[in-house]
């Protein structure tokens, strides 16, 4: 009877002892992934409203500019066959407006596409330390990997340059525009206004 006791009162205390170690198991998996949520704090709505807003400014500005261009350079083609107020001339200033269009949509789309993009990413990334922090239930090191992979994924991300997106619109005129930059008389003066170089060739991206 007293070895049975004995047992007894040995496996009450093991059963207490292991309670006990899974009640700090589990404040230590708490811990931990309150210590994720901090980590990944930053990444609220702000957070991708800015990241859509440096999407965005960095192709606007350089869509606006070779737009103006393509712009500039298709009046004075036009000008310079005397098709200014001619239906085609229309067409061909409606069609470069209409690329523009296009053009600004698309790259408010792919912003869109990209922050969903990121979105998901981080989204993936907490839910692989919530499962380690499960399994490893080591608030210490899943806090240093955490605030790793924010960090990481807080890094100013490289956008892809623009390429002549307005081409296909100038095409007709390619071969005009290129006899009157190789002319000896390098400057045009429309009827439209303005002076300036003729058809700069201008820089090129193109959206991702």
Not at 11 to 24: H, L, T
Request: charged share 20%.
């Amino acid at each position: 009877m007293g070895g049975s006791d004995k047992a007894s009162k040995e496996a009450k205390k093991a059963r207490k002892a292991a309670e006990q170690a899974e009640i700090e198991r589990q404040q230590k998996i708490k811990e931990g992934q309150a210590l994720i949520d901090q980590a990944f704090g930053g990444f609220d709505d702000s957070f991708f409203n800015n990241y859509l807003n440096t999407y965005t400014g960095y192709y606007f500005p350089e869509l606006d500019s070779q737009f103006t261009s393509a712009q500039d350079q298709l009046m004075a083609a036009l000008a310079g066959r005397g098709m200014m107020t001619s239906s085609y001339g229309a067409t061909k200033t409606g069609d470069l407006l209409e690329e523009y269009n296009k053009q600004k949509t698309q790259i408010a789309n792919q912003a869109q596409d990209a922050a969903n993009q990121l979105r998901g990413q981080i989204e993936d990334s907490k839910s692989n330390l919530y499962a380690l922090n499960q399994s490893s239930a080591d608030p210490a090191a899943i806090n240093a990997r955490a605030l790793a992979e924010a960090t990481a994924i807080k890094a100013p991300t490289a956008f892809t340059p623009l390429g002549q997106v307005f081409a296909s619109v100038l095409q007709p005129f390619t071969g005009y525009m290129q006899a009157a930059q190789n002319s000896p008389g390098a400057a045009y003066r429309s009827s439209y206004g303005g002076t300036g170089p003729v058809y700069g060739s201008g820089s090129g991206r193109v959206v991702s």
